[in-house]
């Protein structure tokens, strides 16, 4: 059973830093990962995603790198800004349904 | 493409109510998957949908539970009798194969 675990599970950054997030997943056979950005109360919005095939994507000031044979994913936010502020949750696709498996997400705040 | 749109967005239900809730998929995404949030958590599977037939439920969807995607367009899940402990977010994505999972805004069910 594929599990996902999420390090830390909350930050508190000034802003203008650059930071980290963590992912690690048991299960290494997996097709694709995804980064998912959650503010309190709403929806999931997709960030990344970076299929097994490929070691990192990039969009603006995110870049997320994935390295199966470990099991681990990370999430990095260049120059963060209050608007950054939410909680980041990682997922796989497993099971016969390729449903997501989430990690518990960080929660992320950016102090200006 | 608008996205995948949930309603209500909010209900707040009396113990013993039924409720049901309505997801509406991106229009060429074939599969659509129910997930269940509780607070600092991330989302958990609960069913999913290839075009109409339900192929796959979790344990977590109890007899109280059932989903339905009429016609493989729009989807409903509905919840009898409900306890206060069904009280969550209430996820819809549907999946768009490279593109990977769009998230809805979520139904935030309050049981009191």
């Known amino acids: 059973k594929q599990e996902v675990t999420q390090i830390p599970a909350a930050l508190s950054v000034p802003e203008g830093e650059n930071l980290v997030l963590n992912c690690s997943f048991t299960?290494?056979?997996?097709?694709?990962l995804q980064w998912f950005r959650q503010d309190p109360g709403k929806g999931l919005t997709s960030l990344l995603l970076?299929?097994?095939?490929?070691r990192e994507q990039t969009s603006g000031r995110l870049n997320a790198s994935l390295d199966k044979s470990s099991g681990r994913s990370t999430l990095y936010i260049a120059a963060s800004q209050p608007g950054d502020s939410a909680t980041y949750l990682c997922a796989v696709p497993s099971g016969s349904a390729r449903q997501l498996t989430f990690g518990s997400g960080t929660q992320l705040t950016v102090l200006p | 493409d608008t996205g995948v749109s949930q309603n209500p967005r909010h209900k707040i239900t009396k113990r013993g109510q039924n409720v049901t809730f309505r997801c509406d998929p991106i229009s060429e995404h074939n599969r659509l998957y129910w997930y269940r949030q509780t607070l600092g958590q991330g989302p958990e599977f609960l069913t999913y949908?290839?075009?109409?037939?339900?192929?796959?439920k979790s344990r977590l969807l109890s007899d109280r539970f059932s989903a339905e995607r009429p016609k493989g367009s729009f989807s409903t899940l509905e919840i009898q009798r409900t306890e206060q402990g069904d009280s969550a977010m209430y996820l819809c994505a549907s999946f768009g194969g490279r593109g990977g999972y769009t998230f809805g805004s979520g139904t935030r069910l309050t049981v009191v």
């Open positions: 299960d290494s056979a997996i097709y694709n």
């Open positions: 970076i299929q097994s095939s490929q």
């Open positions: 949908f290839q075009n109409e037939a339900q192929l796959e």
